[in-house]
């Protein structure tokens, strides 16, 4: 079974910094593009960075230049540091990740996971 658990989110004053992490658990062949997305209240849920299994990442425009996404594909592992945050960050955070399993119904078939989200408040 293949599991994406987050952590790191917490409530921080505006301006402030949050580091988020996810790990990717379970028997796992092969991860490729791992991301978080973050949904607001009454909001659609939105990607904020993606980085593929080489280095190359992407940003929605309002993170550009705050937010860095980076990743340790020994650890399965998936980071997003997030600088200067403002108000309209806030949000549950989402980590994403297109896994092929060494196990299951679709065995080293590349699937698409979800983790429980993680909470992220900035207010004073």
Same mark, same amino acid.
Not at 24 to 48: D, F, H, N
Not at 69 to 87: F, G, H
Not at 93 to 104: E, K, R, T
């Given at each position: $079974? /293949? #599991?994406?658990?987050?952590?790191?989110?917490?409530? /921080? #004053?505006?301006?402030?910094?949050?580091?988020?992490? %996810?790990?990717?658990?379970?028997?796992i062949?092969?991860?490729?593009?791992?991301?978080?997305?973050?949904?607001?209240?009454?909001? $659609?849920?939105?990607?904020?960075?993606?980085?593929?299994?080489?280095?190359?990442?992407?940003? +929605?425009?309002?993170?550009?230049?705050?937010? +860095?996404?980076?990743?340790?594909?020994?650890?399965?592992?998936?980071?997003? $540091?997030?600088?200067?945050?403002?108000?309209?960050?806030?949000a549950?955070?989402? %980590?994403?990740?297109?896994?092929?399993?060494?196990?299951?119904?679709?065995?080293?078939?590349? $699937?698409?996971?979800?983790? #429980?989200? +993680? #909470?992220?408040?900035?207010?004073?």
């Amino acid at each position: $079974q /293949v #599991q994406l658990v987050e952590s790191g989110g917490d409530l /921080v #004053q505006p301006g402030g910094s949050l580091r988020l992490s %996810c790990v990717a658990s379970g028997s796992i062949y092969r991860i490729t593009l791992m991301g978080w997305y973050r949904q607001a209240p009454e909001k $659609q849920r939105e990607s904020v960075a993606t980085i593929t299994s080489a280095g190359n990442t992407n940003y +929605t425009d309002s993170v550009k230049g705050r937010f +860095t996404i980076s990743r340790d594909n020994a650890k399965k592992t998936v980071y997003l $540091q997030m600088n200067s945050l403002k108000p309209e960050d806030t949000a549950v955070y989402y %980590c994403n990740a297109i896994i092929a399993p060494l196990m299951g119904p679709n065995p080293y078939r590349y $699937q698409n996971y979800w983790g #429980q989200g +993680t #909470q992220v408040t900035v207010s004073s």
